[in-house]
């Protein structure tokens, strides 16, 4: 059974910064593409960044570039998304996904498994 699962959500004030993670199972771990994807208030869904099966590719959305940073360790089946510089429009609801592929895409219909979410809330 394939799960994923974030944590490391929460409130923090603009400018400030998190780390979530998303612990994976059910899948082998190391030949996917893990990606993030968040989902503001009233908003579709919006790609925010993915990283190849060896970590030796990154993809970010223009949006978080330079201040956001995906990473995974293998040996754990671990990703991890960390923010800095938070806005209030970062504010959303952030989920960890899979792909079944070593290859990165912004796509989210490319990708196979879903996490539950975890709300990110920036107070200005």
């Known amino acids: 059974q394939v799960q994923l699962v974030e944590s490391g959500g929460g409130l923090v004030q603009a400018g400030g910064s998190l780390r979530l993670s998303c612990a994976a199972s059910?899948?082998?771990?190391?030949?996917?593409?893990m990606g993030w994807f968040r989902q503001a208030p009233g908003k579709e869904r919006e790609f925010v960044a993915a990283?190849?099966?060896?970590?030796?590719?990154?993809t970010y959305a223009d949006a978080v570039k330079g201040l956001f940073t995906i990473s995974r360790d293998n040996a754990k089946s671990a990703v991890y998304l960390e923010m800095n510089n938070l806005k209030s429009e970062d504010t959303a609801v952030y989920y960890c996904t899979a792909r079944r592929s070593r290859y990165t895409s912004t796509d989210e219909s490319r990708y196979d498994y879903w996490g539950q979410g975890t709300q990110v809330t920036v107070s200005s």
């Open positions: 059910g899948f082998t771990f190391s030949t996917n593409t």
């Open positions: 990283i190849n099966w060896n970590g030796g590719v990154t």
